[in-house]
């Protein structure tokens, strides 16, 4: 029994031969239950009932016992209160260990790589139990490293994922970028199945390990520009007319519906892969074949669409969510953003695209095919748009946009909060502006020639 109890304190301290098929020259303890008092607790609570339970086994050999049936009765619940406390320690311990992978070859030092896994695993300890996190991030664009760290527990950019149990963190690289600066990268792996790879800078101080998103040290080098109050920053190439416009925009969307611009730190990013780099991750299952998206503001902070410096299709999104007091009606949200700021996508020479250009497309398309109903192109959305844009989203801005001129910012605020789903949108659009399902073909086909 009590070599039992032994065997399996040891895997609580070892979690690596729980979950994977290492050799035993590879396994290394990359856990110190130091970190986390209640799970301390628990294994001294078993060593002492291990201990206690070897003391009684001794004393009966030796017949020292005068009342032996008590004694064997004590042992038995102790015995039941000791598995209780392994199987939930087990439990706890099952969940944020980080093993070292088989194939990590790395050049820190093994105390260093020790002390910064001990760190990451209290850090991804404490976002799985709701705790602050705060005091183990680096000041430095703290509040974004928090919420993309945040997303840990869904183990996705959008951390959405919720099955997040079946995957193990892995140490898969470790790496010197600097003085007291190491790049670490953690597989989250699960049977046969991989789910993000995650990056972390960690800054070892003499108060402590600290870890941000990899953001701020990968763009050390960019240059900053500021364009009224957007903080541009870039590697390369940089549109002032673009970002003046996005700057305007900025303004002028804020303002219609009654908020204070922002300030924001725009990166311009390449495509997709840059923003996931940037934000830690070298891959994510959840957002796999991404390529040509942005990144919506998250803590004043902006990624580009493939380059471009106008990014306000989600900036009118990000307003919007501010005064919604509903779930988000999408074909009322996405007319909106169409009109007041662009389609989302960019074409081939990397211009945004905008709803001018989408009208006369949809013109055209209706010249080639006169029996095209337009309800069924707003409800059925078949792609005949190029780059990813959308003609339900065209015709909304269309509806949109005579709503603002005949309802005013009153008439577009009821829209954003008209609640989801097209049954809520039709009975706002009904009510405002008199379109239908029975007349919408004719009203639409009218609005259309708004756009010379
Ligand atoms: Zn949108």
């Given at each position: 029994m009590h070599l039992l109890v032994l065997?399996?304190?040891?895997?609580?301290?070892?979690?690596?031969?729980?979950?994977?098929?290492?050799?035993?020259?590879?396994?290394?303890?990359?856990?110190?239950?130091?970190?986390?008092?209640?799970?301390?607790?628990?294994?001294?609570l078993i060593y002492l009932l291990s201990y206690l339970h070897s003391t009684v086994n001794i004393m009966r050999k030796q017949r020292e016992i005068k009342n032996y049936k008590i004694t064997l009765r004590s042992l038995k619940i102790a015995k039941i209160l000791l598995w209780?406390?392994?199987?939930?320690?087990?439990?706890?311990?099952?969940?944020?260990?980080?093993?070292?992978?088989?194939?990590?070859?790395?050049?820190?030092?093994?105390?260093?790589?020790?002390?910064?896994?001990?760190?990451?695993?209290?850090?991804?300890?404490?976002?799985?139990?709701?705790?602050?996190?705060?005091?183990?991030?680096?000041?430095?664009?703290?509040?974004?490293?928090?919420?993309?760290?945040?997303?840990?527990?869904?183990?996705?950019?959008?951390?959405?994922?919720?099955?997040?149990?079946?995957?193990?963190?892995?140490?898969?690289?470790?790496?010197?970028?600097?003085?007291?600066?190491?790049?670490?990268?953690?597989?989250?792996?699960?049977?046969?199945?991989?789910?993000?790879?995650?990056?972390?800078?960690?800054?070892?101080?003499?108060?402590?390990?600290?870890?941000?998103?990899?953001?701020?040290?990968?763009?050390?080098?960019?240059?900053?520009?500021?364009?009224?109050?957007?903080?541009?920053?870039?590697?390369?190439?940089?549109?002032?007319?673009?970002?003046?416009?996005?700057?305007?925009?900025?303004?002028?969307?804020?303002?219609?519906?009654?908020?204070?611009?922002?300030?924001?730190?725009?990166?311009?990013?390449?495509?997709?892969?840059?923003?996931?780099?940037?934000?830690?991750?070298?891959?994510?299952?959840?957002?796999?074949?991404?390529?040509?998206?942005?990144?919506?503001?998250?803590?004043?902070?902006?990624?580009?669409?493939?380059?471009?410096?106008?990014?306000?299709?989600?900036?009118?999104?990000?307003?919007?969510?501010?005064?919604?007091?509903?779930?988000?009606?999408?074909?009322?949200?996405?007319?909106?953003?169409?009109?007041?700021?662009?389609?989302?996508?960019?074409?081939?020479?990397?211009?945004?695209?905008?709803?001018?250009?989408?009208?006369?497309?949809?013109?055209?398309?209706?010249?080639?095919?006169?029996?095209?109903?337009?309800?069924?192109?707003?409800?059925?959305?078949?792609?005949?748009?190029?780059?990813?844009?959308?003609?339900?989203?065209?015709?909304?801005?269309?509806?949109?946009?005579?709503?603002?001129?005949?309802?005013?910012?009153?008439?577009?605020?009821?829209?954003?909060?008209?609640?989801?789903?097209?049954?809520?949108?039709?009975?706002?659009?009904?009510?405002?502006?008199?379109?239908?399902?029975?007349?919408?073909?004719?009203?639409?086909?009218?609005?259309?020639?708004?756009?010379?």
């Amino acid at each position: 029994m009590h070599l039992l109890v032994l065997f399996v304190l040891r895997r609580l301290s070892c979690p690596t031969e729980s979950i994977s098929n290492l050799p035993s020259n590879e396994r290394e303890v990359l856990y110190n239950t130091h970190r986390h008092p209640k799970k301390m607790f628990k294994v001294y609570l078993i060593y002492l009932l291990s201990y206690l339970h070897s003391t009684v086994n001794i004393m009966r050999k030796q017949r020292e016992i005068k009342n032996y049936k008590i004694t064997l009765r004590s042992l038995k619940i102790a015995k039941i209160l000791l598995w209780g406390l392994l199987l939930t320690a087990s439990g706890l311990y099952g969940q944020t260990s980080i093993v070292k992978s088989i194939v990590l070859s790395s050049n820190v030092p093994k105390d260093i790589q020790l002390r910064l896994t001990q760190a990451l695993d209290t850090l991804i300890y404490r976002i799985y139990n709701n705790k602050s996190i705060s005091s183990e991030i680096d000041s430095a664009g703290a509040t974004l490293s928090i919420t993309m760290f945040g997303n840990i527990k869904g183990i996705g950019i959008y951390g959405s994922e919720k099955n997040d149990s079946l995957y193990s963190p892995q140490l898969i690289n470790a790496h010197i970028i600097g003085e007291d600066q190491y790049f670490i990268s953690l597989a989250y792996v699960g049977d046969n199945t991989l789910k993000s790879i995650m990056n972390f800078k960690a800054t070892v101080y003499p108060e402590g390990i600290k870890f941000s998103v990899p953001l701020f040290y990968l763009t050390r080098n960019w240059k900053e520009k500021k364009v009224g109050r957007i903080t541009y920053h870039y590697a390369d190439y940089f549109n002032q007319e673009r970002a003046a416009k996005f700057n305007r925009e900025n303004t002028c969307i804020a303002e219609k519906l009654g908020l204070p611009p922002e300030n924001f730190d725009f990166y311009l990013v390449d495509d997709y892969f840059d923003i996931l780099r940037f934000l830690g991750y070298s891959y994510d299952s959840e957002t796999a074949g991404h390529e040509n998206e942005g990144f919506s503001p998250v803590n004043g902070y902006i990624f580009s669409t493939m380059h471009n410096e106008d990014f306000s299709h989600d900036l009118f999104h990000y307003y919007a969510e501010k005064i919604r007091t509903h779930s988000r009606n999408s074909a009322a949200e996405e007319g909106i953003a169409y009109s007041w700021g662009n389609a989302y996508y960019v074409d081939n020479n990397g211009e945004m695209i905008d709803q001018r250009q989408l009208v006369e497309i949809l013109k055209s398309y209706l010249l080639t095919n006169p029996n095209t109903s337009l309800l069924n192109l707003f409800s059925k959305n078949p792609p005949i748009f190029p780059f990813n844009t959308k003609v339900r989203s065209l015709i909304a801005s269309l509806i949109s946009d005579e709503v603002e001129r005949r309802k005013g910012l009153t008439g577009i605020k009821l829209m954003i909060d008209c609640g989801h789903g097209d049954d809520n949108y039709f009975k706002i659009i009904k009510q405002l502006i008199g379109i239908n399902a029975t007349n919408f073909d004719a009203e639409v086909k009218q609005l259309l020639e708004n756009y010379k």
